[in-house]
């Protein structure tokens, strides 16, 4: 279903080029950190048409990417070709990662895992936690619990909300909408959490809130 979901919603115009601006500011602070001569390694869980990991090939990245979407990852084979980089895309699911123990510098989630329930989540979180290596690097984002769209949607499962009416999440499908101390129970073996930020908008003009959203960035623990 969920499946069924996301590739329809690509078949039907759903597309995005340029990357999230606060995945280019992560990015940006990395490359400014990395001292090695090899190309770090970089995985984008849910990459969608690849407009994040794009900009990550431009940058130098080794990037790698997986999705449940086939159409989406035509996309970004598409655009990522354009960059003249190498790249890995793969059909699949980030509950069950096809990749070796150990083996990414850094991961990026932009609220692809937010469409799966805590439970879920958890269990992504965990193959992300084993695919990196020791030192390495996770940005987190997901969708806060006061996030506007929540107030017209069905819980259907723990965390997750679906049938939104309201909001900027109209047509997103499922959606998990987390507390920060949700957020923070994903973490707390093997990770150190290196910031936590909850982003929130609101339209002054017409006094009402636009947006939530969490964004985590984590170090995997070096003893793991």
Not at 22 to 30: A, D, E, W
Not at 61 to 72: C, E, K, R, W
Not at 122 to 133: G, H, Y
Request: hydrophobic share 35%; with cysteine; proline share 4%.
């Amino acid at each position: 279903m969920y499946n069924n979901f996301w590739d329809t919603k690509y078949s039907t115009g759903h597309y995005e080029k340029y990357p999230w601006d606060h995945i280019v500011s992560f990015l940006m602070r990395f490359n400014s950190n990395h001292k090695s001569s090899t190309k770090p390694k970089l995985l984008e869980v849910g990459c969608g048409s690849g407009n994040n990991l794009a900009f990550a090939a431009k940058e130098g990245f080794n990037v790698y990417g997986i999705d449940i979407s086939p159409t989406a990852l035509t996309f970004a084979s598409d655009l990522i070709s354009s960059t003249n980089s190498e790249f890995s895309l793969h059909l699949g699911s980030f509950l069950s990662l096809p990749y070796q123990d150990n083996y990414f510098d850094i991961v990026i989630d932009r609220c692809s895992l937010t469409c799966v329930d805590i439970v879920e989540q958890l269990t992504a979180v965990n193959e992300i936690l084993r695919c990196l290596k020791p030192g390495g690097l996770f940005h987190y984002s997901s969708y806060g619990f006061d996030h506007p769209s929540r107030t017209n949607s069905t819980l259907v499962a723990s965390s997750l909300y679906t049938d939104i009416s309201t909001g900027n999440l109209v047509n997103a499908g499922s959606v998990s909408f987390l507390k920060p101390e949700q957020v923070s129970s994903l973490f707390t073996t093997d990770w150190k959490i290196l910031s936590f930020v909850t982003h929130s908008q609101h339209d002054q003009l017409t006094n009402s809130p636009l947006h939530q959203e969490h964004r985590v960035v984590l170090q995997k623990e070096s003893h793991s």
